[in-house]
Nanobody
Framework: QVQLVESGGGLVQAGGSLRLSCAASGRTSSVYTMAWFRQAPGKEREFVARIRWSGSNIYYGDSVKGRFTISRDTAKTTVYLQMSSLKPEDTAVYYC?????????????????WGQGTQVTVSS
């Protein structure tokens, strides 16, 4: 089992920045890929970004390219999402996810473990 705990969400004005953290514990050695997803009210959960624990295969969803940066600290088994130039449409609950498969994925079904989520609200 892998446990994921997100932190760093909050209220920010449009154009501002936030950094989310996801601390992983348990059988982290079984994890190949970490990702961030988000879900706005009334919408489906959306892929945001992913990264291998090795630091390779970084990939972003189209809506956040150029504004968000995913990174990881293997010593702390923590993944980060640096969010800049935030827009009101970035408002959502942000979830951290872990995948124990070698297959890279951008879908909800492709991830095995999930955190409880952290709320990000961007005011206009």
């Amino acid at each position: 089992q892998v446990q994921l705990v997100e932190s760093g969400g909050g209220l920010v004005q449009a154009g501002g920045s936030l950094r989310l953290s996801c601390a992983a514990s348990g059988r982290t050695s079984s994890v190949y890929t970490m990702a961030w997803f988000r879900q706005a009210p009334g919408k489906e959960r959306e892929f945001v970004a992913r990264i291998r624990w090795s630091g390779s295969n970084i990939y972003y969803g189209d809506s956040v390219k150029g504004r968000f940066t995913i990174s990881r600290d293997t010593a702390k088994t923590t993944v980060y999402l640096q969010m800049s130039s935030l827009k009101p449409e970035d408002t959502a609950v942000y979830y951290c996810a872990a995948d124990v498969s070698v297959v890279l994925s951008t879908t909800v079904a492709g991830y095995d473990y999930w955190g409880q989520g952290t709320q990000v609200t961007v005011s206009s």
